[in-house]
């Protein structure tokens, strides 16, 4: 009984930043979760989970110095593996993209030489590529 | 003796290097920080489409140079992965907002496409009514010549 108490005074008195930053990290945590980072970013997510528990062990502790630190550093990692996941989604559909253009210009070409008209779709490659993908595969 | 000497010396600097710095100059990080910085900066799409985490990364790396320059390690360190990070960021946004574009760009052309193609359907239709109508009339035509010749 008297131990719930002490944890919860070590609550009420830990550092109102680090409070903070842990929040700020946890939401960040969550959107990444939901956003396919655990399929696209798994090693990034472990890192922001690992990094969130620390800091909120730090906490306890209270040690805001540390706590605070590695909530930062949680709340970047979980930003990355977000981001990880939305840029191979979007990298993804810009390649399913092209090749649909791809058939749907060959389809195009053929239905205008059959009638011998002058070419009306425009010539295939006036669009640029789309982005390389390297940073994070 | 030279040698002797020189080891001394050096054994020295370590043992003042240690003495002074409890936690060690954050070489690695910060290195790691400039090079993702410049890659970063150096990346077009950055520029255009993710400005504002470039400019958070170059504002973490400043933070980090600063701090290791007042010889607070702790800090520049934080500060030099924080940078690296953003500057990851920078690139993963500024990848996703080009392809992004590139497909708006593509359904433009696509829609085009599309439209220059029932156009040429609008126009064989047209031209296939045409010669049926040719046809007809022609037959028409000769079955009312046909028909003038047996009256007479």
Do not use: W
């Amino acid at each position: 009984m008297f131990g719930t108490l002490f944890i919860g005074c070590a609550a009420y008195a830990a550092n109102p930043v680090a409070d903070e930053k842990i929040a700020v990290a946890k939401a960040s945590l969550a959107r990444a979760e939901q956003s396919g980072a655990p399929q696209s970013a798994p090693v990034e997510l472990a890192s922001a989970r690992d990094k969130l528990a620390r800091a909120e062990a730090a906490n306890q502790d209270r040690d805001g110095k540390t706590a605070t630190a590695l909530a930062e550093q949680a709340n970047i990692d979980a930003q990355v593996a977000e981001a990880t996941a939305v840029q191979q989604r979007s990298h993804a559909a810009a390649v399913e993209f092209d090749a649909s253009m791809q058939a749907l210009r060959a389809e195009s070409m053929r239905a205008t030489s059959a009638v011998s008209a002058p070419a009306v779709a425009p010539a295939p490659g006036t669009l640029p590529a789309p982005a390389t993908s390297g940073a994070s595969q | 003796m030279n040698i002797g000497l020189s080891s001394a010396l050096g054994l020295g600097l370590v043992v003042i290097v240690a003495a002074c710095a409890s936690t060690p100059v954050p070489n690695a990080a910060l290195e790691n920080a400039r090079s993702a910085v410049y890659t970063t900066e150096a990346d077009p799409n950055v520029g255009q489409y993710a400005a504002v985490d470039l400019a958070a990364a170059k504002q973490d790396l400043a933070a980090a140079e600063a701090a290791a320059l007042n010889h607070d390690y702790d800090v520049a360190s934080q500060d030099a992965y924080l940078a690296s990070q953003s500057a990851r960021l920078a690139q993963l946004h500024a990848q996703a907002k080009a392809d992004d574009a590139h497909v708006a760009a593509g359904k433009v052309e696509r829609d085009k496409i599309q439209l220059a193609a029932r156009n040429l359907e609008v126009q064989q239709a047209q031209a296939a009514q045409a010669q049926a109508d040719a046809k007809q009339a022609q037959l028409q035509a000769e079955a009312d010549a046909l028909k003038a010749k047996q009256q007479h």
